[in-house]
């Protein structure tokens, strides 16, 4: 059974970093486009970076130069490390991944992680 597992979140200050992680495991055959979403309560789920396979990368407006995406398809991980946070960064984090599982081997599904909270505030 495929899983994305993350950590990584927490409080910090504004102007702090934070590093994600994402691990997916249980099944897999392929892992395509990886990706980190943000929910803040009463919003719609916003994507905040996506990395391809061979790592090419697309950042939100509100999060480039400020954020970096990275990926170790080696160990199906996918990283968030994010400097100069904002209170406005405040949110639940969820990663996620197309995957191609060993129970449907012909397609690529999306996966989701179950979040991480992240809060930046004094």
């Known amino acids: 059974q495929v899983q994305l597992v993350e950590s990584g979140g927490g409080l910090v200050q504004p102007g702090g970093s934070l590093r994600l992680s994402c691990v997916v495991s249980?099944?897999?055959?392929?892992?395509?486009?990886m990706a980190w979403y943000r929910q803040v309560p009463g919003e719609q789920r916003e994507v905040v970076a996506t990395?391809?396979?061979?790592?090419?990368?697309d950042y939100a407006d509100s999060v480039k130069g400020r954020f970096t995406i990275s990926r170790d398809n080696p160990q199906n991980t996918v990283h968030l490390q994010m400097d100069f946070l904002k209170p406005e960064d405040t949110a639940v984090y969820y990663c996620?991944?197309?995957?191609?599982?060993?129970?449907?081997?012909?397609?690529?599904?999306?996966?989701w992680g179950q979040g991480t909270q992240v809060t930046v505030s004094t």
């Open positions: 249980g099944g897999i055959l392929g892992v395509g486009t």
């Open positions: 990395i391809g396979t061979w790592g090419d990368t």
């Open positions: 996620n991944a197309a995957v191609r599982p060993r129970v449907a081997p012909n397609n690529y599904l999306p996966y």
